[in-house]
């Protein structure tokens, strides 16, 4: 393991982006191709600590039929402000502005990490803090392809939970393959919200009670962070702007 990755393996980034973008069907191909050629390209920035293309789903089923082919996210660990905000000039988030009719940007500071993602840990050792604002949830799996048809037989009463609480401002899929490598994002008016649906919401938490012995993924990660920022068009995200998740039942907006 090279110094870099071991210090960037235990120190927190100061800062992690989030970006999203609205596409139409008509762009599907080019989109495609920016899915095939920017990973690479993404991960050379300068600045970049580590970084991930993502597909995304509506958010209302989190399953293998929920893909959304016309937004697309990017999810980027930087060494600085400073690097971030040259991404918009880059090679890659140039590509996608100009196949993109919408697009947000969330700005996040990690507060709590645990598992890896391709073998590391991106986020570090976050040291928490107080937070009042919002905050979003990022969970990620490969699922381990004997326990997938169980795994999919016990999304829906999550997602049909999910869609209705309390404090929910915005929720979709995301994933790195249409099969077997999932995640969720969604972003809370506050902390208390979340720790209520993770650890309080019945379906929610017999779904974490299996985890360990359903033996569901190979590999996991659950992140938590603070929104700094949320920047450009929200409605790609599926925001709900007073809170309410009785108006947040689909992920378009």
Do not use: C, N
């Not at 992690?16 to 690479?40: I, K, N, Q």
């Not at 999550?158 to 309390?166: C, G, I, K, N």
């Amino acid at each position: 393991m090279s110094e870099r990755t071991s210090r960037h393996s235990s120190d927190a980034p100061d800062l992690v982006t989030l970006h999203v973008w609205r596409t139409s069907r008509g762009a599907l191909p080019r989109a495609l191709t920016r899915m095939a050629m920017d990973p690479g390209r993404l991960r050379a920035l300068p600045g970049v600590r580590f970084g991930k293309l993502l597909g995304t789903g509506t958010g209302t089923g989190f399953g293998p039929g929920d893909a959304d082919l016309t937004r697309w996210a990017a999810l980027t660990v930087w060494d600085s402000p400073a690097a971030a905000a040259g991404f918009d000039d880059s090679p890659v988030g140039s590509a996608w502005a100009r196949i993109a009719h919408a697009r947000a940007r969330i700005d996040l500071r990690p507060l709590s990490s645990r598992g890896e993602w391709s073998g590391q840990r991106p986020f570090g050792e976050p040291s928490g803090g107080r937070v009042t604002g919002p905050v979003l949830a990022l969970t990620r799996a490969r699922l381990r392809a004997r326990r997938a048809a169980t795994f999919w037989r016990a999304v829906p009463p999550v997602a049909a939970a999910l869609r209705d609480a309390p404090g929910l401002l915005a929720r979709f899929g995301v994933g790195e393959a249409p099969l077997g490598w999932q995640g969720t994002v969604s972003v809370w008016r506050d902390p208390a919200d979340l720790v209520a649906f993770a650890y309080r919401h019945p379906e929610h938490r017999a779904a974490i009670m299996r985890t360990p012995t359903a033996g569901w993924y190979a590999e996991e990660l659950f992140a938590r962070f603070e929104v700094r920022d949320v920047v450009g068009d929200r409605t790609v995200l599926g925001w709900v702007a007073d809170g309410d998740p009785g108006t947040a039942k689909g992920g378009r907006a």
